[in-house]
C-alpha cells in the first residue's frame, strides 16, 4: 500500500520556523520527484518545492524562495521542508506530493500537515 503521511505541522509565530517531514513507502521513492504544495482556506492548491530524485536539484515558488529549503534522505524514504521566517500568508495545509521521472502528473499524494503562521 502506498503512503505518504506528513508530520510537523503547528502553530507557529510569525517569523518562526517549522520542520515538515514526509515519510514515504510502499513504492520506490528514488524513482520519483517530490513536491510539496499547499493550500490556504479558500484559495486552490499553490505549488511550493520541488526536488529531483538524487536530491542535487531544487526549485522553488517565488513566495517561499530564501525562506524555504526542500531536500530528501532516500535511505530513510523521507522528503522534508525547513520552512524559516514564516509569515501569516504561508498559513495552508501542506501536503507531498510524488511524480514519477519520465511522468508528467503526480502519482500519490500526502494527507497533508496544517501549518498556521499567527500571533
Known amino acids: 500500500e502506498v503512503q505518504l503521511v506528513e508530520s510537523g505541522g503547528g502553530l507557529v509565530q510569525p517569523g518562526g520556523s517549522l520542520r515538515l517531514s514526509c515519510a514515504a513507502s510502499?513504492?520506490?521513492?528514488?524513482?520519483?520527484?517530490m513536491s510539496w504544495v499547499r493550500q490556504a482556506p479558500g484559495k486552490g492548491l499553490e505549488w511550493v518545492s520541488a526536488?529531483?530524485?538524487?536530491?542535487?536539484?531544487?526549485s522553488y515558488a517565488d513566495s517561499v524562495k530564501g525562506r524555504f529549503t526542500i531536500s530528501r534522505d532516500n535511505a530513510k524514504n523521507t522528503l522534508y521542508l525547513q520552512m524559516n521566517s514564516l509569515k501569516p500568508e504561508d498559513t495552508a495545509v501542506y501536503v507531498c506530493?510524488?511524480?514519477?521521472?519520465?511522468?508528467?502528473?503526480?502519482?500519490?499524494w500526502g494527507q497533508g500537515t496544517q501549518v498556521t503562521v499567527s500571533s
Open positions: 506530493a510524488a511524480r514519477r521521472i519520465g511522468f508528467a502528473s503526480y502519482a500519490y
Open positions: 510502499g513504492f520506490t521513492f528514488t524513482s520519483y520527484y
Open positions: 526536488i529531483n530524485s538524487g536530491g542535487g536539484s531544487t
